[in-house]
């Protein structure tokens, strides 16, 4: 077979990686695949900085459009990130016939659906594995490996800053602003780190993920986000306290005719197997009807983990080139005629348990107060709890809710809010307690 000719567009951190691979692997991944694998351009605007990648020459350009209007070449690598010039090569490389991979969940969340008709009515494939939880290999089991099953749930934690700066903090006791220093400086966060802080990386990839686990159409604006930045040390330590461990997570659960998609920071025990994912590490536990649970952990970002994901895509494409079979496996995981729009369920309508801290005037009939205004509303209360010094006149208390609606929990708060020995807003942090759950359902 002849070799698959490939282009790069964008050498930075996972570019560099993934030509690394294809260079320095190129060996051992021909004796695998029988393919050779030729790295004909690598395009990048930054031409000086040196990447420690030994090209052969006239192989590192400066212009993305010789690598898409080059006839010899099948696969075309978008490296570049960002919405306007990706989408822009993406979509001019599918209208040459040329197979697409990508590591871009942004574009993805927000145009995938289109991206997707266009490559399905070129005839190409857009392969995208490392657009979602880096080197796990999320997708292909979404694609492939779960095909027979009904997927249930999926909760994951998706950003690797997040959980780098929550561990931090859980575990050294670091400020937040230091904490998201180390993780940039170790090259995790994005560019802008808002997108990281304020979830909007997780709910990118959530969107495609619970696209792929539902066979609906991407529906990234009805994805639920809430980031970290509200919360502190002392939530985390009342956290302990109830043998809970915050995280940033990403959930999707099928409801039947509609989806849960979420991305906000959670309580779990310590015993759930999210929790002693540490530092900069991804993870995600899928359930799944005949497989029950399903449990992968790695790297969600970085140079080589990423590339990894990359240059196994890149294989794919180059197999169904060899065999020509593009479209063999279904980018979304279902016949793109069975993809269907499915309704994301407000975050008003979800039921979980909640975790309250006020902070209040320690005065008699305060507790009462709270506690009468949350039965009022159908919210039962699990524990209470009132520790910690005053500070601007306020104690906090703490309250753990059983099973309530979020609309409920969001009126009772509004009415609490309006008490006048209520001190600043209440932090609420929701709990994803299977056993708590499991105990109410049994009662
Ligand atoms: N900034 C992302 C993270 C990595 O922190 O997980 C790439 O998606």
Excluded at 5 to 33: F, W
Excluded at 268 to 277: A, C, F, Q
Excluded at 399 to 428: C, F, M, N, Y
Aim: proline share 4%; hydrophobic share 45%; charged share 20%.
């Amino acid at each position: 077979m002849r070799p698959v000719k490939l282009g790069m567009i964008g050498c930075g951190t996972v570019g560099t990686g993934v030509a690394r691979l294809l260079i320095e692997k190129q060996q051992m991944i021909e004796q695998r695949t029988g393919i050779a694998l030729d790295l004909k351009y690598v395009a990048d605007l930054d031409q000086t900085t040196d990447r420690g990648v030994a090209f052969a020459p006239g192989v590192f350009i400066q212009d993305a459009w010789t690598i898409i209007n080059d006839p010899e070449i099948d696969i075309v690598v978008e490296m570049i990130g960002g919405l306007t010039a990706a989408k822009e090569f993406i979509s001019a490389a599918i209208g040459k016939g040329k197979h697409v991979v990508t590591a871009n969940k942004a574009l993805l969340a927000k145009q995938g659906n289109d991206l997707f008709r266009a490559a399905q009515a070129a005839g190409v494939d857009l392969a995208y594995e490392a657009s979602v939880a880096g080197c796990i290999p999320i997708i292909k089991s979404l694609r492939e490996a779960l095909v027979a099953n009904e997927i249930q749930a999926l909760v994951g934690i998706l950003n690797g800053t997040c959980n780098y700066i929550l561990t931090k903090i859980t575990d050294e006791g670091l400020p937040f602003d230091q904490a998201l220093a180390q993780a940039q400086a170790n090259g995790y966060a994005e560019a802008d780190p808002t997108l990281d802080i304020e979830g909007l990386d997780a709910a990118h990839k959530l969107a495609i993920l619970a696209a792929l686990a539902n066979g609906m159409r991407i529906n990234f604006d009805d994805v639920y986000v809430e980031g970290i930045s509200k919360i502190t040390p002392l939530d985390i330590q009342f956290a302990r306290d109830f043998g809970y461990r915050i995280k940033l997570l990403a959930i999707c659960k099928n409801r039947g005719d509609k989806i849960e998609a979420r991305v906000h920071p959670a309580m779990i025990p310590e015993d759930n197997i999210l929790s002693n994912v540490s530092g900069s590490l991804n993870a995600i536990t899928v359930t799944g009807h005949a497989v029950q649970n399903l449990f992968l952990s790695g790297f969600g970002a970085g140079m080589m983990p990423t590339a990894s994901a990359v240059v196994s895509d890149i294989v794919d494409l180059a197999r169904n080139i060899q065999y020509g079979a593009a479209g063999r496996v279904p980018s979304m995981a279902y016949q793109p005629d069975q993809i269907k729009t499915m309704p994301i369920l407000p975050i008003t309508d979800i039921v979980t348990h909640y975790y309250f801290r006020f902070a209040v005037e320690d005065r008699p009939g305060v507790l009462a107060a709270l506690a009468g205004i949350l039965g009022q509303n159908g919210i039962s209360i699990k524990s209470v709890q009132q520790k910690g010094r005053k500070t601007n006149g306020h104690v906090p208390i703490v309250i753990i809710t059983h099973h309530a609606r979020e609309a409920d929990v969001q009126k009772a708060l509004a009415e609490i809010d309006s008490l006048e020995v209520v001190g600043p807003a209440p932090i609420v942090i929701r709990i994803e307690d299977e056993n708590a759950t499991a105990a109410e359902t049994a009662e």
